[in-house]
């Protein structure tokens, strides 16, 4: 089954941009979904497909990809930001099964 | 509004079985694929299984598979996880979620229950 590599914590200045990036080798097949879990929350999803925002996910938030790396970016952090984020992808056997990686804790300072 | 509802987690001894249940409201479930994802105490999200909306398609993670079977009933608006032969490292909470888009199997989950708590412990 395929795996999917995050940076454990990563932080930020308020105001400023940050990059999260997941490494796999099913991302070359398929696009990152990513999500945001803040403490004793149940997790939100935030960016899926190409670069798409649910309903109600502020446009701060944006996704990317390029070869076996998708990325999620926040332009202008806010403290509210500050989460754990996964990255999830399909296997790239395309059989019905997903991964989730390991997470990044995102502080905002 | 899109609500689902986790229930039957509890404490359970090694060895033993479990039947996890999810109800699902403001949406028109038949329509759409569900998942189960769970999360072991201060660790990070682990997919589990998920299943079409017709049940034609069913999936399951290596560390469960031959051990629990995901099902729905979409008369009762209902997804179900049974659990047997449960272990120490099956310990979670247990999300119930949506996928996103209907009649699509992508694995984008959206929105998640608030979960029930399985711990194995004897």
């Known amino acids: 089954s395929s795996e999917l590599t995050q940076d454990p914590a990563v932080s930020v200045a308020l105001g400023q941009t940050v990059r999260i990036t997941c490494q796999g080798d099913s991302l070359r097949s398929y696009y990152a979904s990513w999500y945001q879990q803040k403490p004793g929350q149940a997790p939100v999803l935030v960016i899926y497909?190409?670069?798409n925002r649910p309903s109600g996910i502020p446009d701060r938030f944006s996704g990317s990809s390029s070869g076996n790396t998708a990325s999620l970016t926040i332009t202008g952090a806010q403290a509210e930001d500050e989460a754990d984020y996964y990255c999830n992808s399909r296997d790239s056997s395309g059989n019905p099964y997903w991964v989730f990686g390991g997470g990044t804790k995102l502080t905002v300072l | 509004e899109v609500q689902l509802v986790e229930s039957g987690g509890g404490l359970v001894q090694p060895g033993r079985s479990l039947r996890l249940s999810c109800a699902a409201s403001g949406f028109t479930f038949d329509d759409y694929a569900m998942h189960w994802v769970r999360q072991a105490p201060g660790k990070g999200l682990e997919w589990v299984s998920g299943?079409?909306?017709?049940?034609?398609?069913?999936g399951y993670a290596d560390s469960v598979k031959g051990r629990f079977t995901i099902s729905r009933d979409n008369a009762k608006n209902s997804l179900y996880l049974q659990m047997n032969s449960l272990r120490a490292e099956d310990t979670a909470l247990y999300y119930c979620?949506?996928?996103?888009?209907?009649?699509?199997?992508?694995?984008?989950?959206?929105?998640w229950g608030q979960g029930t708590l399985v711990t194995v412990s004897s």
């Open positions: 299943i079409s909306w017709n049940s034609g398609s069913i």
């Open positions: 497909g190409k670069n």
């Open positions: 979620a949506k996928e996103l888009r209907f009649l699509e199997w992508l694995g984008w989950f959206d929105p």
